[in-house]
């Protein structure tokens, strides 16, 4: 069966069995935990120490941060509306539902197969006394055999204040990576970067290559230009400085993305940052480097009947 559940049912994967390639998918969070490409080698990490019984956001794969990303006091701008949100919005932390149009043959074909995930805000009582907008989301998530296209829908549905919606939202990919101080970001260079650890710092990029090299990086990128789209980004695992001799990881990943998701995160905690969050191992941040499409610098804003889409394809080459 290309669609099939997994896990006691708490997740769905898609199996495209000549190529093996998969993915595995949370309903807890719409968090994809796995994907394998073509050969069926693992592209995301994901924490031995993650809980996946719904008590916490998963720690790895594909966290989805909708309305708001981090603290809403991260943000000066932040509107009213965000401000008594939990860090990272409510949309990694609800049960999502498998949409009905979507789980059937004929979404799959030999080598393509889809699953859609929906999760409507007013189904979520604790949500309703923080987030005064029946919101409603839904995520389409497509295999090929070396490719994951992730598809986000966000719609405003109506409101108990009758203003515009603003909201946030980012698809945080936890990409895997043999060691993160040999791996670089490309495709940042001309972009201005806001740093988070210091004191929100804006600089231009100037080199080629973003390598966090063993330091904490966190950081969200953008044109300054507001008219110049973001382009693509792609993470390098600069394979031919580590131990892979069969080269099974390939060279990296490749993130595109539709141009309305503005800013790259680049995020990687390092060792001292890592003894803080109580999911990570020790160790495990070298295991992957964190490249985020999203638009969480400023507001987006929908008024009532709007629906806002964008979408991610992460390409393993
Ligand atoms: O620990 P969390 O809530 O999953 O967040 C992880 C990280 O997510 C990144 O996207 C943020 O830029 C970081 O600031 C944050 O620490």
New binding site residues.
């Given amino acids: 069966m290309p669609i099939s559940f997994v896990h006691d049912n708490a997740a769905v994967r898609l199996d495209l069995p000549a190529s093996k390639a998969s993915v595995e998918i949370y309903l807890y969070g719409a968090t994809v935990t796995s994907w394998r490409s073509n050969g069926g080698q693992e592209r995301l990490f994901l924490s031995e120490k993650a809980a996946l019984d719904g008590s916490a956001?998963i720690?790895g794969g594909i966290?989805l941060?909708f309305p708001v990303?981090?603290a809403p006091s991260d943000h000066k701008d932040a509107p009213k509306a965000v401000e008594h949100l939990a860090?990272?919005g409510f949309a990694r932390t609800h049960r999502w539902s498998l949409s009905s149009d979507d789980s059937t043959s004929e979404s799959s074909s030999e080598d393509r197969v889809s699953v859609t995930l929906t999760l409507r805000s007013s189904e979520l009582p604790e949500v309703a006394s923080s987030w005064p907008f029946e919101t409603a989301l839904e995520y389409k998530v497509t295999l090929t055999p070396n490719a994951l296209r992730c598809q986000l829908s966000v719609e405003h549905l109506s409101t108990s204040t009758g203003g515009e919606m603003p909201f946030q939202a980012?698809l945080?990919n936890y990409l895997l990576v043999p060691d993160s101080t040999k791996a670089s970001v490309h495709g940042l260079q001309g972009q201005t970067c806001m740093d988070?650890l210091r004191d929100f710092a804006r600089s231009e990029v100037q080199d080629a290559e973003v390598r966090p090299a063993g330091e904490a990086m966190?950081r969200?990128h953008r044109f300054a230009d507001e008219g110049r789209e973001p382009g693509d980004v792609s993470l390098h695992y600069n394979a031919s400085l580590v131990d892979d001799p069969l080269g099974r990881m390939g060279k990296g990943v490749e993130v595109k993305r539709s141009a309305n998701l503005l800013d790259t995160?680049v995020?990687n905690?390092a060792s001292e940052?890592e003894k803080g969050?109580k999911d990570l191992a020790s160790g495990d941040w070298k295991s992957f480097v964190?490249v985020?499409p999203g638009a969480v610098q400023g507001f987006l804003r929908l008024a009532k009947g709007q629906k806002w889409q964008a979408e991610q394809t992460l390409e393993a080459w």
């Fill in positions: 956001a720690r966290p941060v990303f981090g860090k990272h980012l945080h988070k966190d969200a995160v995020w905690p940052g969050i964190c985020e």
